[in-house]
């Protein structure tokens, strides 16, 4: 119950203090947690007659960094700024001029800037999005039309993924949005990505969490597994039904199919089902229908530069905003296939703990850790991937990617400490979560670099081992 009230004092402690302001200047990240976050802020705040302006940026490091205006609005880093405050010191801003909300690992420097950030509390599955929500609430209870942005912001952030559904604070935003209509909670539902959007063969084929022989990475095996069951898969167009079309008791007819091919195969059924996020509100069979694809919208959007975009599709604009992220996600994804070919095609090369590629400059460093994601569940599902890739902008510079599956999760791995660790020990930097991190490091240390990760995993498997004898 302490934690619970030393966090609600820091959302509180942040909402005066915006709400004492005259005009604020979001900086945000441009992933789907970044930009949903900035949309709830800037929404409580216009809405309680603050001028507000914001900033995407990458990551907060000194290059961008110049993007922060030098000028008399309040500054409100969201999903950045915990792990960067000798950045924002560095750069002259004071502690009456600055607020955090975040939800990383926290690096203090020798300004005490006020914070609201949930990981010193305890709570690891709260996105940036759901404490910006928390503070949206505290400026006026009335905000909570925002829920659903929050959760788009937990989802994609994979605060869901390790439990197969929100939990702690981040389940009770999405209770919450439910509570007003604006959520449907599923609460047993299909863990397959696409069920809002992907021809049901289609969307069993491309889940792999958990694998099932047959079915994952094979749409004919997957199509054929449902026309065995008898279970009409057209609509009266003829067209493919899509997961959330499927009628209720047919849904149950195939969930338990699936338990039976899986549990036959040696398989453990835990991860099948989870808990989904549906928006009523929205047009059926869009991407803007359930909080998994939302979040892969906002993240093309982020991805491609143009984060603001998915802003406006966040405010609702369901017009030229929507249509071009449509095309940006159509874009998005055609590339990241080309790349998960690359990896597959090229090889990766494995060490003793670690799996790891370098794709040169041949993609944008913003879309490699999703490459990397997929390709993960065709490679060797022991052991983590690693990418690399050369930064054009400054070609002294690699940008390291890492993934994990959940299965490591439980033997040990955090990304997180390995990313910081090592890329701290070659005077780089690096941050992320347990399942996916990255790191910034010099272009000469990259081999060193790569050992050194493979060591420190191979640490962490030790370690997990010595306490489970």
Known sequence: MNTVMGLSDDVRAVAQELLAQESVTIISHIDADGISGESILSQALSRAGIRVTSVFVRQLEPLTMRQVPKDDTFKLFCDLGAGQQNLINEYGLCENEVAIIDHHVNQPCGRDYLQANCLPFGYTKLSAAGVAYLVAKEIDSGNTDLAPLAVIGNVGDMMAREDCGLTGPAQEIAYEGAAHGLVEIRKRDLNCYGISTRPLHVCLSYND?????????????????????????HDNLRRWLVWEEIPYEDRRVISSALAQQLLANGGNITRLFCESYLFPGERERTPLRNAQEYATLLNACGRWARPRVGGNI???????AYREAEHMLTNHRAIIRELLHF???????ELSHLQYIHVGNRYPDTIVGIGAGMALSKLNREKPILIMVEQPEDPSLTKVSLRATEQMLMKGCDLQVVATTASEKFGGAGGGHRIAAGAFIPRESEQEFIQHVNELLAGQCKNQGAGHR
């Open 314 to 320: 966040c405010r609702g604009d369901r017009g030229v």
């Open 343 to 349: 990896i597959l095609d090229s090889g990766v090369t």
């Open 209 to 233: 969490d958990p694998f099932i022989p047959g079915i994952s990475n094979n749409s004919g095996g997957a199509l054929r597994f449902l026309q065995k069951l008898g279970i009409p898969l």
